[in-house]
């Protein structure tokens, strides 16, 4: 399953065989020792004729005939299937998946969403084909149930997915935007995957890892709406789709955010035409406070102490900061003003105490002598109307 289909390509029909069980025994077939009588018959039959079975890795056995059943078996995949039934793709490769050695797909719900699976939330990750039948599918060209996909997780399990599109963020660092390409569109540039790792969402004493991967309308995936996808990966090793709250299917301007240590994913466009998602990345401090706030001062630079001192200031907040009129001060009451400025979720700005052009990250205080002093000082961010909002002190 790649480029955003499943394909056959490379599968070779063995050939039509004769096996000597009547249609009763057919129609009595169902549940999983009886799946593997009909294997078996298959399989046997094939030999008997000589079929070069064991050049294959995969086998499957299809029986015409008998009620409808279809599962995995030791040895391979069996549909028996009455002859006017339409061996559906989402059916078929669903237990295909699962002869590739992939376990159903979950949700973090309490219950499972479909029989024949008694874990909790299996069959509810409805992106992915292995919680078929309970997926978003679509009617292919003969009126045929097809799709999802497979996702990330699952690819990356098979070695479907490289590593160097698979972007990684540590559990302290600088916030980053990155393209976030389609997992269906391997061709276009940017990760295909993020991860990183987290407290559970169901126990706090436990660590999972958390992905997010975008899900394009299109190819296999044409059932779906357009949407960042996020999972989290629990210390059992299942893969859940988190639909609960909060919840980790994102839209354009939608945000997932981790327990406490918190990471937080805001999606900040959908580009479908370029097949691209972009994401914003970043850390919440400890505390899990959403506000602007100062992250570090840099008081003793390598170089000249002027031009090297900046305060990186963070909007942590779900919404837009204006900070036009707000100051930054030290101990000592030296005043920054802010002329107009809008911090986006999740954006920085650096001041820096010495001269320079202003951009969108960068702003300049324009002073010839450093402020924040090597010995120790403090850094007090107050909005235009003169409250603080955030302060930062250091000592040597
Ligand atoms: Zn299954």
Redesign the pocket.
């Known amino acids: 399953m790649s480029y955003g289909v499943g394909g056959l390509g490379g599968t070779v029909v063995l050939g039509f065989f004769e096996i000597p069980h009547t249609s009763t025994e057919l129609m009595a077939i169902g549940g999983s020792a009886q799946r593997q009588n009909a294997f078996n018959w298959g399989v046997e039959a094939a030999r008997a004729a000589n079929a070069r079975l064991d050049d294959f890795d995969q086998k499957v056995v299809v029986l015409n005939g008998g009620g409808n059943d279809h ?2 078996a030791a040895g391979g995949v069996t549909f028996v299937y009455a002859d006017t039934t339409p061996l559906e793709p989402t059916f078929m490769f ?2 295909l998946g ?1 002869e590739f050695g992939l376990d ?1 797909s979950f949700s973090d719900e309490p219950a499972p969403c479909a029989l ?2 008694g874990r909790p939330g299996a069959y509810c990750d409805f992106t992915d084909i ?1 919680s078929a039948m309970n997926v978003s599918s679509f009617q292919d060209a003969m009126n045929r149930k097809s799709g999802p996909s497979l996702n990330a997780v699952s690819r990356k399990w098979l070695g479907w997915l490289h590593r160097s599109r698979i972007r990684s963020f540590p559990p302290v660092g600088p916030p980053e935007t990155l393209a976030l390409a389609a997992v269906n569109r391997p061709d276009v540039d940017g990760y295909l995957m993020v991860q990183f790792a987290g407290t559970s969402r169901e126990d706090p004493a436990a660590s999972s890892t958390y992905t997010a991967e975008f899900r394009e309308r299109s190819g296999w995936d044409r059932g779906l709406g357009s949407r960042v996808i996020v999972h989290e990966i629990r210390s059992d090793g299942l893969v859940r789709m988190l639909r609960s709250n909060p919840v980790g299917i994102l839209s354009a301007g939608g945000e997932f955010v981790s327990p406490s240590p918190s990471t937080v994913v805001r999606v900040e466009s959908l580009d479908t035409m370029g097949h691209v998602a972009r994401l914003r990345v970043w850390h919440l401090p400890p505390t899990g406070s959403r506000d602007v706030r100062i992250v570090t001062v840099l008081f003793d630079p390598e170089g000249p102490e002027p031009q090297g001192e900046y305060v990186l200031i963070e909007n942590d907040r779900t919404g837009s900061a204006d900070l036009d009129r707000w100051t930054l001060q030290d101990a000592a009451q030296h005043t920054y003003r802010f002329a107009a400025l809008t911090l986006a979720p999740g954006a920085t700005v650096k001041v820096w105490t010495g001269t320079g052009t202003d951009d969108a990250e960068n702003l300049h205080w324009g002073r010839h002598q450093a402020v924040w002093n090597n010995t120790g000082d403090i850094a007090i961010l107050r909005d235009a109307g003169g409250t603080e909002v955030s302060r930062f002190a250091y000592t040597a």
């Open positions: 599962g995995k669903h237990e699962h159903h024949g699976d292995m």
